[in-house]
């Protein structure tokens, strides 16, 4: 089986959280998040490509009763716009949804644990976004044959 590399997101109206990992050694690890404003799609896009990524696993948010939500309806439109500037890029990966429930509250958890390194700016300053990405991401790594 090919090694596949994939962009995980955590789509928030002021930041994107991003993680890469791959299909061989299924890790998630975290990249530094982006600010969310007109640049991020086509920084996002030129990233998928210029690291050959086959897919970009976009997090899916619900209600714990697994409902659609606003942050839901916001990441559709987000994708979609995600979309042109890939198109734009000739990126020929796809775009996937994983489920995100309680990613940012498990992101919290983790990063709260490391009691060593944790610093009460990693809540506001993209860290925990990024983490959110990971668990996104990761979970999609662990769901592949």
Avoid: C
């Avoid at 429930?101 to 390194?117: F, M, N, P, Q």
Wanted: aromatic share 6%.
């Amino acid at each position: 089986m090919a090694v596949k590399r994939y962009l995980g997101l955590d789509v928030g109206e002021k930041r994107i959280g991003m993680a890469w990992g791959d299909n061989d050694v299924r890790i998630a690890s975290p990249l530094n998040a982006v600010v969310n404003d007109g640049s991020a799609y086509d920084f996002i896009a030129t990233l998928a490509w210029s690291m050959g990524a086959s897919g970009i696993v976009v997090g899916r948010p619900r209600d714990t009763k697994g409902d659609l939500t606003a942050q839901t309806l916001y990441t559709e439109e987000f994708t979609g716009e995600l979309r042109k500037a890939l198109k734009r890029r000739k990126y020929k990966g796809e775009i996937i949804h994983q489920d995100e429930s309680l990613t940012s509250v498990i992101a919290e958890k983790r990063l709260k644990a490391d009691k060593k390194h944790f610093k009460p700016s990693m809540l506001t300053d993209g860290t925990l976004d990024s983490e959110a990405a990971t668990i996104i991401l990761g979970d999609f790594l662990e769901g592949l044959k």
